[in-house]
């Protein structure tokens, strides 16, 4: 269940979330696969095509801001879940590291990455270590959700100490709302703050020029569990858990794209329409000069 507050003001020492919640989720062997958790596809039996169009998508998106980072360029995943991004930079650039808290996750990205000789995987807290660096850019995908305001604050202040002098970028890909923010209490626990509300957690971390963009691949897959659910809501003598109607939505919203996937999501955020639900946006930090 989502709480929705729609003040825009922060106060950055409030607790949002339960730490020791988050963790104990994504150490749960019985809620998916460490890819699908780490795409927030695991509840809607989805095809595994569906979580590799979003990622495809994502990557599309912001290749123009990976371009300005040198081959040569030494990279942190912090939060590299099940490796998925860690991966993409690691045939991208020279070195990679990523951190990860959660044993799953990282025992996933293991596995992903060990076709790779410049990976180096770390089990850690990102808020508690990070490496010296100092790195050509920094990625957290979809990490701030699950962290408190002052957290969030803490750790881009580190960040920003771990960059190179010249050209360094911190790049972040989060869930967001339109106005406010929503908090998902319980066994799964996040934090949903929309643009204006991470633009002041930007600010209260350090002097940064921001960028901003949609994340249409997350739309688009969320759209699909969207559907799913009013299935199971609407139609409920069709199987709850049901892979073969997972691949039927996915297929006819594959079908009809430049409405599904192109049009519906503009048309809709163009009359502040908010559905889906949940947004997802990428954000680039980089220091001024």
Not at 11 to 28: C, G, L, M, P, W
Not at 138 to 154: A, H, K, P, S
Not at 244 to 268: D, K, Q
């Amino acid at each position: 269940m989502l709480r929705s507050n729609q003040k825009n003001i922060h106060n950055s020492s409030k607790q949002q979330i339960n730490d020791t919640a988050v963790k104990r989720y994504f150490d749960s062997e019985n809620v998916g696969t460490a890819t699908s958790i780490s795409m927030m596809a695991h509840e809607y039996n989805l095809p595994h095509k569906a979580i590799q169009f979003r990622i495809e998508k994502e990557k599309l998106a912001i290749d123009d801001w990976l371009d300005d980072t040198n081959a040569s360029g030494k990279i942190l995943d912090v939060g590299c879940g099940a490796g998925t991004w860690t991966e993409v930079f690691a045939k991208r650039f020279k070195t990679v590291i990523g951190i990860e808290q959660s044993s799953l996750m990282i025992e996933a990205a293991k596995q992903k990455v060990a076709y790779l000789t410049n990976v180096t995987l770390l089990q850690a807290d990102g808020r508690q270590y990070i490496p010296e660096g100092p790195f050509d850019m920094i990625f957290l995908g979809g990490l701030c959700m699950y962290m408190n305001d002052c957290d969030v604050v803490e750790l881009l202040h580190t960040l920003k100490s771990r960059l190179v002098k010249k050209g360094g970028s911190i790049i972040l890909r989060e869930s967001t709302v339109p106005q406010g923010e929503s908090i998902s209490h319980g066994k799964y626990q996040a934090v949903y703050r929309n643009v204006d509300l991470y633009r002041q957690l930007f600010n209260s971390a350090g002097s940064f020029n921001v960028e901003v963009r949609r994340n249409y691949g997350y739309t688009n897959l969320v759209t699909a569990e969207e559907l799913v659910t009013m299935r199971r809501k609407w139609l409920p003598f069709l199987p709850k858990k049901s892979s073969s109607l997972g691949n039927l939505t996915w297929n006819l919203l594959r079908t009809t794209t430049p409405i599904s996937f192109w049009a519906l999501p503009r048309v809709l955020s163009k009359f502040n329409i908010a559905w889906p639900k949940l947004q997802n946006h990428f954000f680039r930090l980089r220091l001024k000069k």
